[in-house]
């Protein structure tokens, strides 16, 4: 099933390239509910979308949209978002970042079906954050600085009771990298994916990147393997069921690449490479279902699991 999205790109973002092929950044990140209820992020758009699915009928009803432009007006450039369901309130917490360094929280009303907005946190660092996973009660956002030094590539790390902020800091990659996403393969151990940082904006015509997938320990992040790969963009990544994937696009055409840990030997294991819709982003699992979003054709791509 397939949902594509038309929106206006009024604030004129532009392309992004790699190598020839080039895309507007759209739908960014998607998160399952349930069965029958999705979150979706638009990046130019700068809106979140709530909808009800119906796989029988292939049909679905747009249940509620906020536009996420704050009390000043500022708009906020949706990126990626986790969610977490309040035992409290019987509702879902929903944590959004915006390739910036703000931290914006809402409530989703279950009885109502709304976003409500609860807090926005200009964080202290100055990164631009890319990645987010909860784990534990804690909240880790991975920065994606575009030409600045490793200095500020620290993962932040937020308790979700009172939004303290600490950070962790990575000194086994000596390159010049951009971390895309954190994945937690149990308390012991993390999986970064990482983009090497080029000197040519990601606006320009020819640019192509290279990137590499890293096992560590944690919390004390210690490098234990790493696979490196030439001309690929990586965004987005999520291990279920002692298997990670991860969303990329390389020079011949989107693909949401598969592999395994050896926690024996502290070695990552590809397995397969599965085409996809052009430039994927997003990415989440439910059940038997495998959904990713796709900036190459706008739109949500919600298949059988079993294809991946």
Sequence with gaps: ???????IND??????????????????????????????AHRFAYKLYLIKINFE?????????????????NVHFCESFEIKYDEISKNYKLYMIFFSNYLWIFDINMND????????????????????????????????????????????????KKYNETYMSIGDIKDNYRLKDISFINNDYVLLVINYKTNIKLATKNQI????????????????????????HFDKSIIYNNFFYITTQDEESGKIYKGTIDLIHNKIIMLNK????????????????FAYTSYGTDSVNIESFKKY
């Design 11 to 40: 604030k004129n973002l532009q392309k992004i390239y790699l190598k020839d092929k080039s895309r507007f950044p759209s739908v960014t990140d998607i998160k399952f509910i349930n069965r029958e209820l999705i979150i979706v």
């Design 113 to 160: 079906y709304k976003f409500i907005s609860k807090k926005i946190i200009k964080l202290n660092n100055q990164n631009t954050y890319h990645g987010i996973k909860i784990y534990n009660n804690h909240l880790y956002l991975t920065p994606s600085n575009m030409l600045t030094n490793n200095k500020s590539n620290n993962i932040l790390e937020m308790n979700l």
């Design 1 to 7: 099933m397939k949902i594509k999205f038309v929106e």
């Design 274 to 289: 599965i085409v996809v819709d052009d430039f994927p982003h997003g990415l989440d699992i439910y059940q038997d279902l």
């Design 57 to 73: 009928s292939e049909s679905y009803q747009i249940l509620d949209t906020y536009l996420t432009m704050d009390d000043k007006k």
């Design 209 to 232: 990147t290279n990137g590499a997938f890293a096992l560590f320990t944690f919390p004390s992040l210690q490098l234990l393997d790493k696979i490196e790969f030439n001309h690929v």
